[in-house]
């Protein structure tokens, strides 16, 4: 990638689970770089451990050996208030379910993490209506969860992911939920972001039509990876 800057730096990552018959492996010993601005596909069969590598990355999830550092900090040794901060601050987040507050309208879901990392209301509510506008619910940023499609909701979302300015956002079968056109929009919309605003994405996703989007794909079978 020439002098672009590494963003996330996995060694020798592991994670494994207890269960009644001995640890099972979900990840086994993954090395990966991503790039600043890079948009990267994460695919495989279902139980690859394709949601374990986003979870183990974003710090969400511990590991059990190797390193992964963001932005040249290593997530995994920082203290769990220290790590819950840098999510907040640095790091977007997009679910298949969209994970939205349901008493909550879309600019106060949007507002959310800006709030909880110290941002002034005002400011809050200005930036989380900016997002809203760029993303095309200027008209529906009043109205709650409930009353969105599910390609509104998924862009609320991805406006939720995107307002704290994050270094890196990890998006996790996106277009999971959604018809094929809603799907197709969704896909477009983090390509154009990605563009526009140099955002780094990390999608884990089945849909072929999600990885051609992206700059690579990285492919996992077994708790390894296969190809990038």
Not at 162 to 172: E, F, G, R, T, Y
Not at 204 to 223: E, F, I, K, L, N
Request: charged residues 25%; proline residues 4%.
């Amino acid at each position: 990638m020439g002098d672009t800057a590494t963003l996330v730096e996995a060694t020798g990552v592991w994670k494994s689970y207890p269960s009644e018959a001995g640890p099972v492996d979900a990840l086994k010993g993954i090395d990966l770089e991503i790039y600043s601005g890079e948009m990267v596909a994460v695919m495989g069969p279902s139980g690859c451990g394709k949601t374990t590598l986003l979870n183990c990355f974003s710090g969400l999830d511990d590991i059990s050996r190797g390193q992964v550092l963001l932005e040249g900090t290593n997530i995994h040794q920082m203290t769990d208030r220290a790590r819950t901060l840098y999510r907040a601050r640095r790091m977007g987040f997009v679910f298949q379910s969209y994970n939205l507050l349901p008493v909550l309208s879309a600019e106060e879901n949007v507002e959310f993490p800006l709030l909880v990392s110290g941002v002034r209301p005002r400011e809050a509510r200005q930036r989380a209506r900016a997002w809203l506008s760029e993303l095309g619910l200027k008209e529906r940023e009043g109205l709650r969860p409930s009353s969105l499609s599910g390609g509104e909701q998924q862009r609320v979302t991805l406006a939720r992911a995107l307002v704290n300015q994050p270094a890196i956002v990890w998006a996790d079968e996106p277009t999971g939920n959604l018809d094929a056109e809603n799907a197709r929009e969704v896909v477009t919309l983090l390509r154009s972001l990605n563009r526009a605003h140099h955002q780094t994405f990390v999608v884990v996703t089945h849909d072929p039509d999600v990885a051609r989007q992206c700059d690579r794909t990285v492919r996992m079978r077994d708790g390894r990876m296969v190809a990038s």
